[in-house]
């Protein structure tokens, strides 16, 4: 298992200057302020970029892909569990799997999906070198979600669709949440939309900016 702690700019003082920063910026729940306090964000991405890691701002990890501004990862995380801790969730975008280790820190069953077979192989292998094990991988196209390993109490998706792929939605259990930002580039919002027995209720949280949702795998 990977040492966690960090020095210098990775930390653990470094990483308590980035929660107090995330508490300023309006994130109030005390299980995902401690859950990012733990998680070596530094480990997620290249070491040349390692210096920033508790900045509050995204990264680039390869493929044309980002590890996400840690707000947004916090403020998603948030909206998920906002009504109480599901059993299991989907996370559609594994990417560098810093996200999958927030999820997984406080989630039993985490299903995680991604189209880049080399970012999500990459992410396994640090969420095995610290520790986690309650995730479950699939290389696949994140619009057709886990039909299989569902319905999920809860989905996350960590890009951006022009709309939402009807088969995420019908993967969500009576009740369950999905959290994603949805339009194009330059006017998404990010959306919580939950399932009821006769419809999908959807509000609009606040404008984001994430990369695409493309099709496919690679």
Avoid at 83 to 93: F, M, Q, R, S
Avoid at 107 to 129: C, G
């Amino acid at each position: 298992m990977k040492d966690l702690t960090g020095i210098g700019m990775t930390s653990q003082r470094t990483r308590d200057r980035l929660i107090v920063h995330l508490k300023e910026l309006g994130i109030k729940d005390e299980r995902v302020l401690s859950v990012m306090r733990k998680v070596p964000r530094h480990l997620f991405m290249a070491e040349a970029l390692s210096s920033r890691a508790y900045e509050n701002t995204s990264l680039p990890i390869g493929h044309g892909q980002t590890i996400s501004q840690p707000y947004m990862v916090a403020r998603m995380t948030e909206l998920l569990i906002e009504d109480g801790l599901p059993e299991n969730v989907l996370e559609v975008g594994t990417g560098s799997g810093y996200q999958s280790a927030i999820l997984a820190s406080l989630i039993p069953r985490v299903f995680s999906v991604e189209r880049i077979r080399p970012l999500q192989e990459q992410a396994k292998r640090v969420l095995a070198d610290i520790g986690v094990r309650n995730i479950s991988f699939k290389h696949s196209d994140g619009g057709w979600g886990w039909k299989a390993c569902g319905p999920y109490q809860a989905i996350l998706a960590a890009a951006a669709p022009a709309e939402i792929p009807m088969k995420l939605l019908e993967q969500l259990t009576i009740g369950a949440r999905l959290i994603i930002p949805v339009g194009k580039e330059g006017q998404q919002v990010l959306q919580r939309v939950t399932r009821t027995e006769s419809a999908y209720e959807v509000e609009t949280i606040e404008e984001v900016s994430f990369v695409p949702f493309l099709k496919g795998r690679a």
